[in-house]
């Protein structure tokens, strides 16, 4: 997966738990998919990331991988970087 450059869709995913990330501090290794109010993550953006091995989707929320906390972890790195 590392040499696999993602889609936008999967993209916002982890933008959206990086941001979560930032603002608490805390570790993300879970995410709302869907809030039962209108706001959800991509469909395809799930089923890409679900492919890849980076996220394991049931029901209304998914769990990071390994390999995905790790994702998630060298896009808040990447962030970082930029604002420096």
Do not use: N, P, Q
Request: charged letters at 20%.
């Amino acid at each position: 997966m590392a040499d696999t450059t993602l889609s936008d869709a999967a993209l916002s995913i982890l933008a959206f738990a990086a941001y979560h990330s930032l603002v608490s501090g805390e570790t993300v290794t879970r995410v709302v998919l869907d809030d039962g109010k209108g706001h959800h993550a991509d469909a395809k953006g799930v089923e890409e990331m679900t492919a890849a091995g980076l996220l394991e989707a049931t029901g209304d929320r998914g769990t990071l991988t390994d390999v995905g906390s790790a994702k998630l972890a060298s896009v808040i790195e990447a962030i970082r970087s930029a604002a420096a």
